[in-house]
């Protein structure tokens, strides 16, 4: 099944042994899983959520601001999946902390985001859930890359050179919080096109994705 939103497609699907309900953008996908194991009376099921794709590239000496708008998907923690999927609309906004220098590392804290998820409705019944927000979650380097370049040698004879290993590019990711009450989630596309992740809070299994205003 697959039904409409303003941004991008949201689908749901089951078989006997899982069900989802997500959906997918230009360059990621989010959505919560469900798996089943065994049967009767040792019936186990597991929830999760996911969110991956093209993670953006980010380059040195960059201030930036800004904002996304989506949608999110989720499931409440207790009763049936399909009986208690969600959806609303997301919300972030990010600002940078300080350009990216030569000596950015992997870990380095590079900024801030905030994420409001809103609007929470049961599919099903249409009833109202309560809001989910995070403030000031960190946002860290990943997989940095990093290059050579040929500088004078400051000790050396005239006309020396010596080589530095300075910044070029990296990903961005966030994450805060503890079980039950948490997010975490990147960056995706070029020029940081698009936002997804996954959260907890309020009972809430969810996952989310939005685009660049």
Request: hydrophobic share 45%.
């Amino acid at each position: 099944m697959v039904e409409a939103s303003p941004e991008f497609d949201l689908v749901s699907g089951s078989d006997a042994d899982a069900e989802s309900w997500g959906g997918w953008m230009r360059h990621s996908g989010f959505g919560i899983l469900l798996e089943r194991e065994g049967s009767g009376e040792d019936l186990v099921e597991f929830r999760y959520g996911m969110a991956a794709g093209a993670l953006a590239d980010v380059s040195p000496g960059q201030n930036v601001r800004a904002a996304w708008r989506g949608r999110m998907v989720g499931v409440t923690e207790r009763g049936g999946f399909a009986a208690g999927r969600l959806i609303g609309v997301a919300a972030l906004s990010y600002r940078s902390v300080e350009a990216l220098g030569d000596d950015s590392e992997a870990g380095d804290v590079v900024g801030r985001i905030d994420a409001a998820f809103t609007d929470i409705v049961n599919v099903l019944t249409g009833a109202s859930v309560e809001d989910a927000r995070f403030a000031n979650v960190p946002v860290s380097l990943l997989d940095v890359t990093t290059r050579e370049v040929e500088v004078p040698d400051p000790e050396g004879p005239e006309g020396a050179t010596t080589v530095e290993i300075v910044f070029e590019s990296a990903n961005m990711a966030f994450e805060a919080g503890v079980v039950g009450n948490r997010i975490r989630g990147g960056f995706f596309g070029p020029t940081r096109a698009e936002v997804a992740g996954v959260f907890e809070q309020n009972g809430i299994l969810g996952a989310f994705g939005a685009e660049l205003e």
